[in-house]
């Protein structure tokens, strides 16, 4: 599966769907349609990046916001702790409501912060994570509960992803590169600029071999 920007389709979309002018269904060409879950399928993804048998013991804050990102939290760590890993999860505001009791699930607001932040200290945990409403975006707090910025992160994670793939390239966006370029670079990688979006990144990923 692709995603589908501007550049690769999505106006033409646009440009049906306000035209309207579509053939009429073959009642008998008709397709179906099943539900399945993926979600553990979507677990050992996320778990194929990490060796489990080399965590050291850790003390997590995670806040799913009362949006999607509960039960995927709760399979996590109920495979994690099948699995004999030392993790043990503080879990606040984790059962999905679309009411949102607890504010808006969107860390990068400031004012949005203060439940994780406390937690973090509370428990004296290792870090704090926060996820959004739709589970597609997290947030980490350190030791002390302070937020760290997105932007600094994107170095950790390139300098990880070095480590398994030297020489790679890593896509970033536009947004305060210098940090991002500068981790890249020291790294072994080379930083190759990308337009904001995911669709454009994973484009361009594509383009550039990039990790």
Same mark, same amino acid.
Request: charged share 25%.
């Given at each position: 599966?692709r995603?589908?920007?501007g550049?690769?389709?999505? !106006? @033409?979309v646009? %440009?049906? =769907?306000?035209?309207?002018?579509f053939?009429?269904?073959?009642? &008998?060409a008709r +397709?179906s349609?099943?539900?399945i ?12 990046y990490?060796?489990?048998?080399n ?8 806040n ?6 509960g039960p ?8 994690l ?8 999860f503080?879990?606040?505001h ?18 949005? !912060? @203060?439940?994780? %932040?406390k =937690?973090?200290?509370e428990h004296?945990a290792?870090?704090?994570? &926060?996820?959004? +409403? ?5 947030f980490?707090?350190d030791?002390?509960?302070q ?12 300098e990880?992803f070095?480590e398994k ?15 991002t ?13 990308s337009?904001?979006g ?14």
């Open positions: 599966a995603p589908i920007s550049d690769t389709g999505l !106006r @033409d646009q %440009r049906l =769907a306000e035209a309207g002018d053939p009429p269904v073959n009642e &008998a +397709g349609y099943r539900q879950s993926l979600r553990d399928a979507y677990i050992d993804h996320l778990l194929g990490i060796s489990v048998n965590l050291t013991p850790l003390k997590l804050v995670v799913s916001g009362n949006g999607a990102a995927v939290i709760d399979a996590i760590e109920a495979r702790e099948a699995l004999g890993a030392p993790v043990e503080i879990k606040i984790n059962t999905p409501d679309g009411t949102f009791p607890n504010g808006i699930p969107n860390p990068l607001l400031p004012e949005c !912060r @203060d439940d994780t %932040r =937690a973090v200290i004296g290792d870090m704090g994570i &926060a996820f959004d +409403g739709d589970f597609d975006r997290c980490l707090f030791e002390k509960g937020f760290i910025e997105g932007y600094y992160i994107v170095g950790l994670l390139a990880a070095l793939h030297p020489g790679a390239k890593i896509i970033h966006d536009p947004r305060l590169t210098w940090n370029e500068a981790v890249v670079t020291a790294a072994g990688g080379t930083p190759v600029m337009k904001t995911h669709a454009f990144i994973k484009e361009r990923m594509r383009t550039e071999d990039a990790i």
